[in-house]
């Protein structure tokens, strides 16, 4: 009776599978237009689909596949090698790719159809907006990109332990038992000690996270194309908030307006969020630039807001800038609060 082995699994060598899907000058200029004509949401919901899940997807379905194989019977030393480097070869090639199309996306679409709208023009400002926007989701994507890898050979190399050890105890001669009911027992066992490994290969939860929430150590298991979406979304939701905050400052405000961006229905509202809109000043939800004017009206700082995690990954809210008259309406309720 053979124990559980693989001794030729099937690792297809990222170089036959890496096709390299950049952003092409027709879709760049559709995402142009519909940003132009107001349609952002559906600018970037044909980029991210395009450009960044379908890239992420692919480098999925190799990493299942990775974990399809290892599942299948203990490997030799040098094919869970090979698994690693390939990885680390394939994850870096689609994580520049997505990281580039990001670029592209965010310089030539929607950076500029955001200081539009603003009527910027402030060079020095477009260009700290943008940095920080692209810095921003290069560190989301390379951390999971890297923490992907990780947790694949991590969880990998346990389960070929596990596996060693058992094939030794039916490849021994005082080994009587059943081996195939002995087999049959042992991978109920493996299901039962390794569910993130069986969640990973069958639903595709390769990457592992915490919780954004209130330095909660919860760990979320998920998609990596759903998870990069989200940070790209998050991310180019910036362009707006740096922007707005910019700009805020500039004109000597000391509020801007909180409001929700996205209307997209939300599992989980972020309590922080809630209680900054829960808030009703002159009929708007504030958030203050500075502490004295927090203090007057009785609300956070941006700061404070973006400290307890409003405004961060999976987060909808952004703020802007308030008229002038809005303004004056405020310095008179801070006159008289004060
Ligand atoms: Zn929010």
């Not at 023009?121 to 700290?128: D, G």
């Not at 409001?259 to 000043?281: A, F, K, M």
Request: aromatic share 8%.
């Amino acid at each position: 009776m053979e124990p559980l082995v693989n001794n030729r699994p099937q690792l297809k060598s990222p170089k036959d599978l890496f096709v390299y899907h950049g952003v092409s000058q027709v879709d760049l200029k559709k995402y142009q237009r519909m940003l132009a004509a107001g349609n952002t949401k559906g600018a970037m919901n044909a980029f991210l689909k395009k450009y960044v899940r379908k890239n992420m997807a692919e480098f999925q379905t190799i990493a299942q596949g990775y974990l399809v194989q290892a599942e299948l019977g203990e490997m030799q030393p040098k094919h869970v090698n090979q698994m690693g480097r390939n990885l680390a070869i394939y994850s870096t090639r689609i994580q520049n790719t997505v990281n580039n199309n990001y670029e592209i996306f965010l310089k030539k679409a929607v950076g500029p159809s955001t200081f539009e709208k603003r009527a910027l023009t402030n060079a020095k400002i477009k260009r700290i907006a943008l940095n920080d926007t692209l810095n921003e989701f290069k560190r989301l994507t390379n951390g999971a990109m890297s923490n992907t890898t990780q947790n694949v050979l991590t969880q990998t190399r346990k389960m070929q332990r596990q596996m060693v050890v058992r094939n030794n105890v039916i490849k021994s001669p005082n080994f009587t038992g059943n081996a195939q009911m002995e087999i049959g027992r042992f991978k109920d066992t493996l299901r039962k000690t390794n569910p993130d490994y069986y969640q990973a290969m069958e639903d595709g939860n390769i990457f592992k996270s915490r919780s954004f929430g209130k330095g909660q150590e919860k760990v979320i298991n998920y998609k990596l194309d759903e998870y990069t979406d989200m940070s790209a979304r998050t991310t180019l939701m910036n362009v707006d908030r740096t922007t707005s905050e910019v700009i805020s400052k500039v004109n000597g405000d000391n509020v801007v307006e909180f409001y929700e961006l996205d209307s997209r229905d939300v599992e989980t509202e972020r309590d922080i969020c809630q209680d900054i809109l829960s808030v009703d000043t002159e009929g708007r939800s504030l958030l203050a630039l500075d502490d004295s004017t927090a203090d007057a009206l009785g609300i956070l700082t941006l700061d404070q807001a973006r400290e307890q995690f409003s405004m961060s990954p999976n987060c909808r809210h952004s703020i802007k800038p308030v008229s002038e008259t809005f303004q004056n309406r405020i310095n008179k309720l801070i006159g008289v609060a004060v």
